[in-house]
């Protein structure tokens, strides 16, 4: 199989197209995994308050028709969200957990 890393789109507006464009992908590809990499937790550019981007792989998840070659890569920031936000990942398809070196 293979697996083809990508990072996720900055904004959640435009996350419809842009899981439109994996779909077909996932599907014409059943050989291939699409990791899809996203921060736990991402800040507003705004605000600088950070919240989940659990709503974000939801809807993504949902526009790809929970595809089963569609995956999820985790990548932990140096805020460590609450242990409800990191409880309800457990259920999805997550191929790995990156943990940056700033973060040490």
């Known amino acids: 199989p293979h697996i083809l890393w990508l990072h996720s789109c900055d904004e959640s507006d435009r996350c419809t197209s842009w899981a439109s ?6 599907i014409e590809r059943p050989g291939t995994v699409i990791c899809v990499n996203l921060p736990i937790l991402r800040a507003d550019p705004l605000t600088g308050e950070t919240s989940s981007t659990w709503n974000w792989w939801r809807k993504l998840r949902a526009c790809t028709e929970s595809h089963p070659n569609v995956a999820l890569s985790l990548t932990m920031t140096a805020d460590v969200p609450e242990d409800y936000e990191i409880d309800r990942w457990f259920a999805e398809p997550v191929k790995d957990v990156v943990i940056p070196k700033s973060d040490f």
């Open 21 to 26: 464009a994996l779909l077909p992908h996932a």
